[in-house]
Nanobody
Framework: QVQMVESGGGLVQAGDSLRLSCAASGRTFGNYCMGWFRQAPGKEREFVAAISTWDATTSYADSVKGRFTASRDNGKYTVTLQMNALKPEDTAVYYC?????????????????WGRGTQVTVSS
């Protein structure tokens, strides 16, 4: 089992940056594809980014491509999401997610574990 706790959210202005972190427990962390989702009020939870197990290949939603960067440290059991050039439409609760297995495929239906989320608010 993998337990995850997100941190790093907050209130920022448009154009600012934030760095989210996800601290995971579990000795098999390296066997999980990790990623980030977000959910804005009144909207469905949507995919943001994924990072594969050992080779750290990444994929991003089109809306964040070029602005957000996901990374992981398997030795420290952490996943980060560097968010630059933030926009008001990035406002949401951001969730860390884990799917057991290799590859980059990550969607709401195949996530095995979720974090509790951290709020990101971007003012205009």
């Amino acid at each position: 089992q993998v337990q995850m706790v997100e941190s790093g959210g907050g209130l920022v202005q448009a154009g600012d940056s934030l760095r989210l972190s996800c601290a995971a427990s579990g000795r098999t962390f390296g066997n999980y594809c990790m990623g980030w989702f977000r959910q804005a009020p009144g909207k469905e939870r949507e995919f943001v980014a994924a990072i594969s197990t050992w080779d750290a290949t990444t994929s991003y939603a089109d809306s964040v491509k070029g602005r957000f960067t996901a990374s992981r440290d398997n030795g420290k059991y952490t996943v980060t999401l560097q968010m630059n050039a933030l926009k008001p439409e990035d406002t949401a609760v951001y969730y860390c997610a884990a799917r057991q297995g290799y590859g980059l495929g990550l969607d709401r239906e195949n996530v095995n574990y979720w974090g509790r989320g951290t709020q990101v608010t971007v003012s205009s």
